[in-house]
């Protein structure tokens, strides 16, 4: 249906052809935000190391190379400095928990990347310790939520049904993992 602007009355006929102008306008004053909406953002506190890392890892359903590269050096081997690819569906793990609680906290990261080397003299001290961990292959990660009691943190972690979740109260700590589910 063709809209005939000159059968209009006055006022109807100026708002009609005022209407693209304001559009325009409006798109002029209130620009799209710098920062999106759909980013995902993490921040870490190493616990041996005492670096910080805040990082944006993803943004409009992508991720950003930049942010994966630098979560990669921060959760290297804090003892022989060997770097492992982090899977990126551990990072979605971790922040979609986190979002669960309603928390932004601080993630206190005590282990993530193991070398082979590591995990075994690891082993040697620790019956707790698998041979083929998730942690030698970037898939795991053990740490703390700031501001969640470990409990509520655990319980998350279970509900979201996506890998293992390891609960070592008297160590105060979570395994996270994205192998199979299961729990300890």
Known sequence: MKLAIGNLSGPRR???????GVFLAGL???PEPAV???ERKLSFYHTHTAQRLDVVYARGGKY???????IEGFLSDFRT??????DPKLLDLIYEVRESLGSDGTFEVISAYRSPQTNEMLRSRSSGVARNSQHTVGKA??????GVKLERFRDAAI???RGGVGYYKDSDFLHLDTGRVRRW
């Open 14 to 20: 100026r708002m009609l052809t005022m209407m693209p």
């Open 28 to 30: 002029l004053l209130f």
């Open 36 to 38: 999106s909406i759909d």
């Open 64 to 70: 950003v190379d930049s942010g994966l590269d630098d």
């Open 81 to 86: 400095g060997d770097r492992r690819t982090i």
């Open 141 to 146: 990660i053990d740490l703390r939520l700031r």
């Open 159 to 161: 509900a979201m049904q």
